[in-house]
C-alpha cells in the first residue's frame, strides 16, 4: 500500500477545526458532490485494460502502470503524452469505444463508497457524482457496482466542476485530486479530499483541502458532524 495511504486520521467530528454545515436550498439535507475514479471507484485495473488494448491496437507504446498512477486529468490530457496532437482525437474516440467492455467489469468500489453514498441519504441530502470521465462510462460504473447518486454529471475537470457543483447547491465536494480540491474552491463549497488517488495529504493540502481524510471510511461521521 502506497505510503500515502497510511496518513495520520482527520479530525475528530468533535475538533473545532470541522465547520458548521451551510444549509442545503429549501432547508433540505446537504447537497454532496463526490469525484468518481479513485474516490469511489478503483478504475485503475479498467484502465488499465482499455490502455492496453489501445496500446496493441496502435503500437504504441504507453506505460499503463504510469497512466493509471495519474488519474484525474481528462482523456485527451494524459493521451497528449503518449500520440501527437492530430492523432488524440481519434486515439481518445477509440478508448471510449473499448471502454465498456474492458474497463467496467475489473473495476472496484473503493472502501466505504457505498456507506458514504447512504450517509447522505441517511441525513435527507442529495449525492452528485461529478467527474472527468464522459456521464456514459460513469453510469456504467455506478451501475455495474451498484452505487446509488441522485445526479451523474460527467466531462467536467478542475474549476469546470465548478459550476455544476454550484448550480446543484451542493455544500460539499469529495475528491482524491488536487483539482478535485480546485473545483470544490471554484463552487464556494467545503473541499473533504481522500488520499486514495495520485496525490499525498500534502499535496491535497497545499492546493486548499478543508479536510484530508485517509479514505472514505471516516466520512459518514465526519458528515454527521458537519450536518448537525
Known amino acids: ?7 495520520p486520521a482527520a479530525p475528530a467530528p468533535s475538533d473545532p477545526a470541522v465547520p458548521a454545515a451551510r ?22 485495473p479498467g484502465i488499465g485494460a482499455a490502455y492496453r ?51 467496467i467489469a475489473p473495476s472496484l468500489a473503493l472502501p466505504g463508497a457505498a456507506a458514504a453514498l447512504e450517509a447522505v441519504r441517511a441525513h435527507g441530502g442529495r449525492s452528485l457524482v461529478v467527474t472527468a470521465k464522459n456521464e456514459e462510462h460513469a453510469r456504467l460504473h455506478l451501475d455495474h457496482l ?12 478542475a474549476e469546470a466542476k465548478g459550476g455544476a457543483l454550484r448550480a446543484q447547491g451542493a455544500t460539499v465536494y469529495v475528491g482524491d485530486h488536487t483539482g478535485d480540491v480546485r473545483g470544490a474552491r471554484a463552487a464556494g463549497a467545503f473541499s473533504v479530499a481522500v488520499a486514495t ?14 479536510l484530508v481524510l485517509p479514505d472514505l471510511a471516516a466520512f459518514p461521521a465526519w458528515l454527521a458532524e458537519f450536518t448537525h
Open 23 to 44: 444549509p442545503a436550498p429549501g432547508g433540505a439535507g446537504p447537497v454532496v458532490g463526490f469525484d468518481l475514479d479513485m474516490t469511489l471507484v478503483d478504475s485503475r
Open 1 to 7: 500500500m502506497p505510503e500515502h495511504l497510511t496518513s
Open 197 to 210: 488517488g495520485g496525490c499525498t495529504p500534502d499535496e491535497l493540502r497545499a492546493a486548499g483541502a478543508d
Open 53 to 103: 488494448v489501445l496500446a496493441a491496437e496502435t503500437g504504441v507504446p504507453i506505460d499503463v502502470d504510469l497512466v493509471v498512477s495519474r488519474l484525474g486529468p481528462p482523456l485527451e490530457t494524459e493521451l497528449a503524452s503518449w500520440f501527437p496532437a492530430d492523432q488524440v482525437p481519434a486515439a481518445a474516440a477509440r478508448y471510449r469505444e473499448v471502454y465498456p467492455s474492458t474497463a
Open 146 to 157: 451498484g452505487l446509488r447518486a441522485d445526479l451523474v454529471v460527467g466531462s467536467l475537470w
